[in-house]
């Protein structure tokens, strides 16, 4: 059977939990193959709302063996908080979850430095969820300060803490800065107690010992044995370290080159690859982001869509479906269709706008800048076409919906160069339009 991958295309929060967990069904295996605990899925279910950071949307379905893979950094004790959160809730995990033994721990150190080089002098910050994500990562590139779950069980894993925080020390006492307290992690005053850290961890260790597994042999053996394998992204391909708005992006390959680096599974086996994109735009944190309204209409979308973010509570920056960023995803990731979320969230616009192009230093484009600095200075060029005032969220139908949404999401269609496949006109699972 075919693997499918389900990818943001915008800046995250497109609602590719919900897809996933819909798409879950049909599949043996979910996989979420990078990004850590920054990451934000809701699913609904009837009256029950679940909110996920780490544990695939897949988790919900029994029949279904959802999987950590080693591309995915790990904040042990948000990993243990989310499973008991999940059991207080009635979900089992005991036999459909596992965590992969190549996963790199996220440890107290790389929550300042995730503070502490958010922002640098005058530069603008980053946006950094401050959850140690990409100094994690800056570690696992730098090998020699990286820590995978599988050393927490290894007989040397004390004697390995002591030496790393003994160099963190160092560094640490070597910057002449200081951190807000109120970020809610420790002082550059404080050095790390190699003892305490280490008894903590192992605790949380033994906890997640059930659960830890090499994932990489599972998934092979699955794709040998023709399971049907479905892969979850977390957060957009615009904030892809290598090919989003750098530096305003994330620690990890977000967009779809990162499915195989992060699971370890074969390119060729993945046969389908699934975009998500919001009916609109939304942006957290900083970095350009042209279609942006400051303005009551990005104050409308944000209320009416309830963007406010999973993870952090930042609310979302709003703003008109840029038809350009979207495109470069869709080429990027090598889509092959869209699913289009949210769009009950535009219904008593009397007008919509799509960005079609751009204006950049006097010239009309359709190419995506690599630049964030150069995507900071287009000029979004829009096409205005007529909104509904209808109430989407009981439509089941393409049909049913109004004539002028209809026609909104076949031109965004056209622009994109895509298929709609799947539209959402709600949270709920039911909520679902699939064409």
Partial sequence: MPGTAVIGLQWGDEAKGKIVDLLTSRNDIVVRYQGGANAGHTV???DKKYKLSLIPSG??????????AGGVVLHPKSMLAEIDTLTK??????????????????FPWHLIEDALFNKVGNTEAIGTTMRGIGPCYRDKVGRTLAVRLGDLYQPDFQNRIAEIIEAKNRMFGGLMCDIDKSMGVPGLD????????VEEYLDY?????????????????????????????????LLDVDHGTFPYVTGSNSSAAGICGGSGVPLHFIKKIIGV???YTTRVGGGPCPTEQNNDIGVKIRTRGNEIGTVTKRPRRCGWFDAVAVRYSVRLGGVDSLCLTLLDVLSTFDTIQICTAYELDGQQTRSFP??????RRVKPLYETLPGWQDDLRSVKTFSGLPAAAQNYVKRISELIGKPVEIISVGPDREQTIEL
């Fill in 59 to 68: 988790i919900f379905h029994s029949h279904v063996q959802c999987v950590v």
């Fill in 190 to 197: 404080v050095e790390f107690n190699a003892k305490q850290i």
């Fill in 277 to 279: 994109v919001k009916a």
């Fill in 89 to 106: 809730q009635g979900v089992s995990i005991q036999k459909n979850l596992m965590i992969s033994d190549r996963t790199h721990v996220i």
């Fill in 370 to 375: 690599s630049s964030s600095e150069a995507l």
């Fill in 44 to 46: 609904v279910a009837g």
């Fill in 205 to 237: 260790a033994e906890r997640l010992r059930p659960f830890v597994a090499d994932t990489t042999d599972y998934l092979l053996n699955a794709v040998d044995g023709d399971k049907n394998i479905l892969f979850e992204g977390a957060q957009g391909s």
